[in-house]
């Protein structure tokens, strides 16, 4: 397997980097974070390659750099992933909302349209990463929950259309996982003694819809639970 995992220097990308390089697959991992991302790569015999998901451009020389190193592209992990910042009121800040729309929801457009052409040759798998908060509400992050219903909007519907390519298109879900992004969060939710996922048992959720012979299924990871495909109740039709 070739695989390409963005936001792959930290957190979920590099739990999953890790377990797909020990079962032998060739990785390039792109990050923005070079000192992390070049030292992970030399540890599990990965390419880092620097980009920056919220730029189309970027995205493209990382899918040319799987293409040049190693002749194609089997999966294509969209992963990077950040916190707005800021709220809708006075604690607007149009650069946070920028940068958190450009990385969680371009940052995966982009990475489709760049990955499309070497998925389609290839039959591979497109698994994005949203979380919860595509699915639920989140009071305290209204502009991430925003982006990550977008992109469970996106991977439902790109499954149809590009199932006849032999392309699949999966989400992974998860609530909160032990990871940076966390940030100012995990006091919050020490307080209210709120579980915080391991990041394993993220990676093993990837894993399982990533094996899955499903489409367009949006995995949720939550403590306590058996991870499995978020069952979306049907709307009601035209009569």
Not at 42 to 54: E, H, P, T
Not at 141 to 168: M, T
Not at 188 to 194: G, N, P, R, V
């Amino acid at each position: 397997m070739i695989a390409l995992i963005t936001g792959g220097a930290n957190g979920i990308g590099a739990a999953v980097a890790r377990r797909l390089a020990a079962d032998g697959a060739k990785i390039v991992l792109a990050d923005v974070d070079d000192a992390a991302g070049q030292e992970l790569a030399a540890g599990i015999g990965a390419l880092y390659v620097r980009c920056d998901v919220s730029a189309l451009a970027d995205n493209e020389a990382a899918v040319a750099a799987a293409l040049s190193a190693y002749g194609g592209l089997d999966l294509a992990f969209l992963n990077a992933g950040v916190t707005s910042g800021c709220g809708l009121g006075e604690d607007f800040d149009l650069a946070r909302y920028r940068r958190a729309m450009g990385v969680n929801l371009d940052g995966v457009v982009f990475g489709v349209h760049a990955a499309l052409p070497a998925l389609t040759a290839s039959g591979g798998t497109i698994v994005a990463t949203a979380s919860m908060a595509g699915i639920v509400g989140v009071e305290a992050d209204p502009i991430y929950a925003a982006n990550k219903h977008a992109v469970v909007g996106l991977v439902r519907s790109l499954a149809g259309q590009l199932a006849p390519a032999g392309v699949r298109v999966q989400a992974l879900c998860p609530s909160f996982a032990d990871t940076a992004i966390l940030g100012e969060f995990r006091d919050l939710l020490a307080e209210l003694d709120f579980p915080i996922l391991p990041v394993s048992d993220v990676v093993e959720t990837f894993l399982r819809a990533l094996e899955s012979d499903g489409t367009g299924e949006c995995w949720f990871v939550v403590p306590g639970r058996e991870s499995a495909p978020f069952q979306f109740r049907g709307v009601p039709g035209p009569r």
